[in-house]
């Protein structure tokens, strides 16, 4: 990687797409990471453009309908991508193209062929690709993971992953083709989770998926899943589990555990904060639970965000590479290869056009 010929004190941020996800990096960006300064948003709808202008309060904050106008903006340095993950392929080949860094939501993209044209381009010119695997900067993630090295646990035998969210499934993801379904938009955090802890790569997947609580997708899309587990096998030997679900209702529920040859640690909480109720109608302890991931995950978007502008700034590759992106595109479309035909899938089998 090329070490930026000139470190500006504010590195100029971009975020392209500004949904929900994307209002959480230009809240980041506009008020909490150290160096970087939210220099413009970019989304082709002009209702989300005005009701991020209002919400961020960010004055001098640019505002485009695409990431093209955008890339003409001589005060943005670096750009978020968290457009739809279908956009993700064209939006950052042209970003990096152009020689500017960019931090891509997950999932990185729909093929892995997508994958390495978007890391080509930011090798070709030198730039920072991260994805946005943001639970690798999570305290507790980080933790455990510094656990599982230091050889507390053992050898790692088994790590198992669950991402259950309370709301029911956008309508546009009932088509997988076009979605990649939940293992892409859900579990694509499990997937990072468990190569990250079994330090390998999947070596075979077999996945089943039911639709249990979403009707409306049942007539047009008879394949949509809502709810998904799946065992896997590692190259180095190690074994993986992991669920996901959509429309739970109860909480936003992402905690995992690391198994090994000594013990066991587990990762991850579902009580939003420390306080505990007891009232004499229940009779019993009663925890709020998270009820969002922006809630679960706040810290850690931000140390996302902040790791990104470091590596800018020491022009060092990013902690997650488009290699990381690429994999875990790559087990999701292993896993509805199995959903579909209802067998064990080898990782080797999925081509990488
Ligand atoms: N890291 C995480 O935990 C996490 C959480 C949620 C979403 N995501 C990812 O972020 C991405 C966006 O998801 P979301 O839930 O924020 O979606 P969203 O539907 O809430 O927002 C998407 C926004 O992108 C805009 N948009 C559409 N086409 C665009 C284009 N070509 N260029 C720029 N903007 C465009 C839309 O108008 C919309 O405002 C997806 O890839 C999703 O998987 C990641």
């Avoid at 029911?168 to 990250?196: C, F």
């Avoid at 739970?248 to 306080?275: F, Q, W």
Wanted: with cysteine; proline share 5%; glycine share 10%.
């Amino acid at each position: 990687m090329q070490h930026e010929k000139s470190i500006k004190n504010e590195i100029g941020i971009c975020v392209i797409g500004a949904g929900r996800a994307g209002m959480i990096h230009a809240a980041n960006f506009a008020k909490n990471v150290p160096g970087a300064r939210l220099a413009a948003i970019a989304d082709p709808n002009p209702n989300a453009l005005e009701a991020a202008r209002e919400q961020l309060g960010a004055p001098g904050c640019a505002a485009y309908r695409s990431h093209l106008d955008a890339l003409a903006d001589g005060g943005v340095d670096a750009y978020v991508v968290v457009a739809p993950t279908k956009f993700h392929r064209e939006i950052v080949v042209a970003l990096a193209g152009a020689g500017k860094h960019v931090l891509c939501e997950k999932p990185m993209a729909m093929t892995p062929g997508e994958c390495d044209e978007m890391t080509a381009a930011a090798e070709k010119a030198g730039v920072v690709l991260q994805i946005g695997f943001m639970r690798r900067f999570d305290a507790g993630f980080a933790r455990a993971k510094e656990i599982v090295a230091s050889g507390e646990i053992g050898d790692v035998v088994m790590i198992r992953s669950n991402t259950r969210g309370p709301s029911e499934p956008q309508p546009w993801m009932y088509d997988i083709k076009a979605s990649n379904g939940p293992l892409a938009e859900v579990n694509s955090h499990d997937i990072d989770t468990l190569r990250w802890f079994a330090e390998s790569e999947f070596e075979t997947v077999y996945a089943l998926g039911g639709n249990f609580r979403s009707p409306a997708a049942k007539r047009d899309y008879p394949d949509f899943y809502d709810n998904v587990v799946v065992a896997a096998g590692f190259e180095n030997g190690v074994q993986g589990m992991m669920d996901g679900a959509q429309g739970v209702g109860y909480a936003y529920d992402a905690r995992a555990e690391v198994l090994g040859t000594k013990g066991c640690v587990l990762i991850g909480r579902t009580e939003s904060d420390a306080v505990v109720t007891y009232t004499a109608a229940s009779k019993r302890g009663v925890y709020p639970l998270v009820s969002s991931w922006r809630q679960l995950f706040r810290e850690a978007y931000l140390a996302e965000d902040t790791a990104f502008v470091e590596a800018i700034r020491r022009g060092q590759p990013p902690k997650v590479t488009g290699h990381d992106g690429k994999m875990a595109v790559k087990v999701v479309n292993a896993g509805n290869l199995s959903i579909r035909e209802k067998r064990v899938v080898r990782l080797s089998e999925i081509s990488d056009l």
